[in-house]
Antibody, heavy 122, light 110 residues
Framework: QVQLVESGGGLVKPGGSLRLSCAAS????????MSWIRQAPGKGLEWVSYISSSGSTIYYADSVKGRFTISRDNAKNSLYLQMNSLRAEDTAVYYC???????????????WGQGTLVTVSS | EIVLTQSPGTLSLSPGERATLSCRASQSVSSSYLAWYQQKPGQAPRLLIY???SRATGIPDRFSGSGSGTDFTLTISRLEPEDFAVYYCQQYGSSPPRLTFGGGTKVEIK
């Protein structure tokens, strides 16, 4: 079945770095745009970044631009998020999600991984 | 940047009642890129509705979506115990390319 599994979360000091990974299975990974979305504790959802199927097109939310880098390895069916210069406000559960679409062009995030918690604290 | 405003913030209803959730956009949104998600405590969000009105695979027909332009609605015709959760709307805009989520509506048991 279609599955996304994140890893790499943990506790990091302000100013530190962390790299998240998302392993995809059950579908042709190289056919799909992918995205990272985060959720601070007790808060709503915030889109972080997305990357096109080939990796040639990338966009970031203003809140992470210049600090985070999204990438993918289609040979390994994996999505990554390199997070540098981390701040307390980056503390959140980070989800990877597939940007799915149908033949009419309707699109949405489906499925989502289970998430990985990143805590930025001294 | 398009802002999505969901209302009400919390909806207190009993099982069997009808729930009507609103999502209002600060400017017109393409219906193709308007989606609704359900999130239960400790779980990842789950896609319910995409293209403003199409149910995702496996979603019961008590869930329906409608609307266009700046006003969208998620309706749950008869609440089941498992429907008490938080619901988010989400849109994609291409100029500039950005995805945004509404603040969420919590549907709680009255």
């Amino acid at each position: 079945q279609v599955q996304l599994v994140e890893s790499g979360g943990g506790l990091v000091k302000p100013g530190g770095s962390l790299r998240l990974s998302c392993a995809a299975s059950g579908f042709t990974f190289s056919d799909y745009y992918m995205s990272w979305i985060r959720q601070a504790p007790g808060k709503g959802l915030e889109w972080v970044s997305y990357i096109s199927s080939s990796g040639s097109t990338i966009y970031y939310a203003d809140s992470v631009k210049g600090r985070f880098t999204i990438s993918r390895d289609n040979a390994k069916n994996s999505l990554y998020l390199q997070m540098n210069s981390l701040r307390a406000e980056d503390t959140a559960v980070y989800y990877c999600a597939r940007w799915d679409y149908d033949i009419l062009g309707n699109s949405a995030f489906d499925p989502w991984g289970q998430g990985t918690l990143v805590t930025v604290s001294s | 940047e398009i802002v999505l405003t969901q209302s009400p913030g919390t909806l207190s209803l009993s099982p069997g009642e009808r729930a009507t959730l609103s999502c209002r956009a600060s400017q017109s949104v393409s219906s193709s890129y308007l989606a609704w998600y359900q999130q239960k405590p400790g779980q990842a969000p789950r896609l319910l509705i995409y293209g403003a009105s199409s149910r995702a695979t496996g979603i019961p027909d008590r869930f329906s979506g409608s609307g266009s332009g700046t006003d969208f609605t998620l309706t749950i015709s008869r609440l089941e115990p498992e429907d008490f959760a938080v619901y988010y709307c989400q849109q994609y805009g291409s100029s500039p390319p950005r995805l945004t989520f509404g603040g969420g509506t919590k549907v709680e048991i009255k």
